[in-house]
């Protein structure tokens, strides 16, 4: 018997099965209670935003402890911890000195040295310091910048959260070709293009709003959404790599806080140094 042309066989694609889950209703309701207690912060003042850095830091610390082995209360939580807190609290009392930059260092040194002792992931423990202390040191420092450097902030977190729930719609609903499998399994082309035109958008309305160009805001909002997908792929990889599947399962509907602020952790620092490096003005010309 001849074999049926391969045409014959084919699933025709169609539309996308969609299940209902409770993460629906959790995972807005959660993100809109974060994000007011963000902004709040936010245009709060630099020293409300640190605190709420640090916290987030310190939740974010436990589960990059648990993600690279031994649980969320290795003997090398304190220290990270410590040194954050300690380098925000140097930054609060002295923005302009580089004490913060030294206890940074310091720390990094102290906790590299103690996992070495330990034989226990050395150079993760240590890069866990500068993975969460650098971009909370970042997202201070634009804060800081007089005299819209709240604006900034939004503007950033506008980019970011649009990148994540575009990638999440369109993922969803469109699916197709998985962008990196080595690195992310669940990561689409669709859905890391969906999150990139959504944060055009958002930052083109926003700035707009404020009395910007839009459409230089269109533009470096789907830059930096390269950037926030970057730091997306990499905490992806970093569980891959550990055989961890989530960081933690602190916020409903989003899981652990690393899972919810790795987008923010790339794209903060993107932010400063083309604010900083490249004299970029992320406002476009608008003056709120």
């Keep these: 018997m001849s074999k049926a042309p391969d045409i014959l066989t084919m699933t025709v694609p169609g ?3 969609i299940t209902f889950s409770r993460d629906w209703i959790t995972r807005p309701v959660f993100g809109v209670v974060l994000a007011l207690i963000v902004i709040a912060a936010i245009y709060g003042g630099t020293s409300s935003l640190a605190v709420v850095v640090a916290l987030a830091a310190f939740a974010a610390a436990r589960e990059w402890q648990r993600v ?71 997202i201070l420092t634009l804060r800081d910048i007089p005299p819209h450097g709240a604006w900034l902030i939004g503007a950033l977190f506008a980019v970011v959260w649009a990148t994540d729930t575009g990638a999440l719609v369109v993922g969803n609903l469109v699916g197709g070709a998985k962008l ?87 794209a903060v620092v993107a932010l400063e140094v083309a604010v900083l490096a490249f004299h970029l003005d992320p406002l476009f010309g608008a003056r709120p």
């Design 15 to 17: 539309p996308r099965t």
């Design 180 to 266: 990196a499998p080595v690195l992310s399994p669940n990561k689409t082309w669709s859905g890391t293009i969906g999150g990139i035109v959504a944060a055009a958008v958002a930052e083109a309305i926003f700035i707009a709003l404020i009395g910007g160009n839009a459409f230089a805001a269109a533009l470096f909002g789907a830059v930096l959404a390269l950037f926030a997908h970057a730091g997306d792929l990499f905490e992806s990889w970093v569980k891959r790599r550990f055989h961890i599947k989530d960081s933690g399962g602190l916020i409903p509907g989003h899981g652990g806080v690393l899972d919810r602020v790795d987008s923010t952790l790339f």
């Design 68 to 138: 690279v082995g031994e649980g969320a209360s290795s003997p090398e939580l304190t220290p990270t911890v410590a040194t954050i807190w300690l380098m925000l609290a140097a930054f609060v009392l002295s923005p302009r000195g580089t004490t913060p930059y030294i206890v940074l260092l310091c720390g990094t040194l102290l906790v590299l040295a103690l996992s070495a002792a330990r034989h226990s992931h050395p150079i993760w423990r240590a890069g866990g310091v500068l993975y969460l202390g650098i971009p909370s040191l970042a």
